[in-house]
C-alpha cells in the first residue's frame, strides 16, 4: 500500500544554518504531495504542497521539489530560525472517491541561538 | 474566514466509557475528515463525511464512528474506550471533489484513557 518514509529526528541546527529534511514515498500513480508543520500544543499547518511530477511547492522560504524518478518530496530551507522549531510531516494524499493523507512518522527540528 | 474549530482541548475518560469530539469546519468546506494521531507518531485517517455521509474509512474498527450536520460541522464517537485510544484527534475540512486537495487541520483535541 501507499507509504511515506522521513528521515528520523531530531535535526538540530544552528540558526541561519541550511536544513534538509528527507522524505521518499510509495504510491501508484502521481498522488499529489504535502509538508505540514506541527508547533508545539497545535494542530497541523499546511506548509507546501506539488500536485505533480517536477512541481515546485514553496512558502515562508521553505521548498520542496516533487521528483518522480526518485519517489521523493525533500524539504530545504536556506537559512532556518529558532521560530521554525516544530515537527515537519510529509504526506501524500491518495484520492478514489475520497481523499485522504498519508502522512509520514514527522521529524523534530530543534534550531538554537 | 473562520478557521476549524475542536472541542474539547482536553479530555480524561476511564476505559470503557464512551467520548464524543466535535469539529466546526471552516467557512465553505463541505468535507470532513477525522485523524489520530499517538504520541510522536504521524496523523492516521479515520474516516471521512461529505455532504452527512460518511464516504471512506481506515482501518479503525466499528466503535469509532461520526457524524456529519447540515452546517457540515461534524462529531468523532468513540465507545467502549480503551487505553490504545489515548491520542490527539485532529480533524481537517476541505472542499468535495477534485478541489479538494487541501486539508485544513483544527487544532485537535487531547483525548487520555486511564
Known amino acids: ?28 500513480g502521481y498522488p499529489s504531495l504535502f509538508w505540514y508543520v506541527q508547533y508545539p500544543g497545535e494542530g497541523l499547518q499546511l506548509l507546501l504542497k506539488a500536485t505533480k511530477a517536477d512541481d515546485k511547492g514553496s512558502n515562508k522560504g521553505f521548498e520542496a521539489t516533487y521528483r518522480k524518478e526518485t519517489t521523493s518530496f525533500h524539504l530545504e ?11 515537519y510531516f510529509c504526506a501524500l494524499l491518495r484520492s478514489g472517491g475520497y481523499n ?14 | 474566514e473562520t478557521g476549524v474549530t475542536q472541542s474539547p482541548t482536553h479530555l480524561i475518560k476511564t476505559r470503557g ?4 469530539l466535535r469539529c466546526s469546519s471552516q467557512s465553505g468546506h463541505n468535507t470532513v475528515s477525522w485523524y489520530q494521531q499517538a504520541l510522536g507518531q504521524g496523523p492516521q485517517f ?39 485510544d489515548s491520542a490527539l484527534y ?20 487531547r483525548l487520555t484513557v486511564t
Open chain 1, 1 to 28: 500500500g501507499d507509504s511515506v518514509t522521513q528521515m528520523e529526528g531530531p535535526v538540530t541546527l544552528s540558526e541561519e544554518a541550511f536544513l534538509t529534511i528527507n522524505c521518499t514515498y510509495t504510491a501508484t
Open chain 2, 90 to 109: 485532529l480533524c481537517a475540512s476541505s472542499l468535495g471533489g477534485l478541489a479538494g486537495d487541501e486539508q485544513y487541520f483544527g487544532p485537535g483535541t
Open chain 1, 100 to 113: 485522504k493523507l498519508i502522512f509520514g512518522a514527522g521529524t523534530r527540528l530543534a534550531v538554537h541561538p
Open chain 2, 46 to 84: 479515520i474516516f471521512q463525511y461529505y455532504r452527512e455521509e460518511e464516504n471512506g474509512r481506515g482501518n479503525f474498527p466499528p466503535r469509532f464512528s461520526g457524524l456529519q450536520f447540515p452546517n457540515y460541522s461534524s462529531e468523532l464517537n468513540v465507545n467502549a474506550l480503551e487505553l490504545d
Open chain 1, 77 to 87: 530551507k536556506g537559512s532556518v530560525q529558532v521560530s521554525d522549531s516544530a515537527v
Open chain 2, 17 to 20: 466509557q464512551q467520548v464524543t
